[in-house]
T-cell receptor, first 117, second 115 residues
């Protein structure tokens, strides 16, 4: 079956440009997460959407980062005025439900590899 | 608050030998615990989880993990390692009493299995 899909798989852009990263979660999954991973390191939590609730934006590193989720499905992570330290792999994950009692694992896409020149 | 620690950045084992990848956690309530594996240029894949009940959890690819409440640990194990098990492994915890669905991940352990 279809898993989590992320596009583009690779993105190279110049410092100062804006970028948009897309995530298509598994159909029916109400919870969606964005993470950043640098050079095979650990995961840095960025933002979390659960159904129609207000997103948890506590992990966004600066106001240059924003994300939206339209219609409870597709999500877009936008980075404005990119800096070289934004270079990383951006991973998206979804799960069946993300509320307090959920014991479901997250399903990850293969990520977008972002390189800022 | 919830946290998880993977004390070893790297674990090396010989093919056919047993392997252990360590994980300890801290939560204020009851934990949900997860192990994920990441192969190069791929996203994380779910291996197994502990919710409640039997402390020994069996998962994909012959992996298992043992929940130890007194030691707040959830070590990943496999009786006989394969070269193909070489990958980056992540432990994750969620406190289902206090946290609305957000997991905390460890920094990862690189497992290398040598022929």
């Amino acid at each position: 079956g279809a898993g989590v899909s992320q596009s583009p798989s690779n993105k190279v852009t110049e410092k100062g440009k804006d970028v948009e990263l897309r995530c298509d979660p598994i159909s029916g999954h109400t919870a969606l997460y964005w993470y950043r991973q640098s050079l095979g390191q650990g995961l840095e939590f960025l933002i979390y959407f659960q159904g129609n609730s207000a997103p948890d934006k506590s992990g966004l590193p600066s106001d240059r980062f924003s994300a939206e989720r339209t219609g409870g499905s597709v999500s877009t992570l936008t980075i404005q005025r990119t800096q070289q330290e934004d270079s990383a792999v951006y991973l998206c994950a979804s799960s069946v439900r993300g509320d307090r009692v959920s014991n479901q694992p997250q399903h990850f896409g293969d990520g977008t590899r972002l390189s800022i020149l | 608050a919830q946290s998880v620690a993977q004390p070893e950045d790297q674990v090396n084992v010989a093919e056919g030998n047993p392997l252990t990848v360590k994980c300890t956690y801290s939560v204020s309530g009851n934990p949900y615990l997860f192990w994920y594996v990441q192969y190069p240029n791929r996203g994380l894949q779910f291996l197994l989880k502990y919710i409640t009940g039997d402390n020994l959890v069996k998962g994909s690819y012959g992996f298992e993990a043992e929940f130890n409440k007194s030691q707040t640990s959830f070590h990943l194990k496999k009786p006989s390692a394969l070269v193909s098990d070489s990958a980056l492994y992540f432990c994750a915890v969620r406190d289902h009493n206090t946290n609305a669905g957000k997991s905390t991940f460890g920094d990862g352990t690189t497992l290398t299995v040598k022929p």
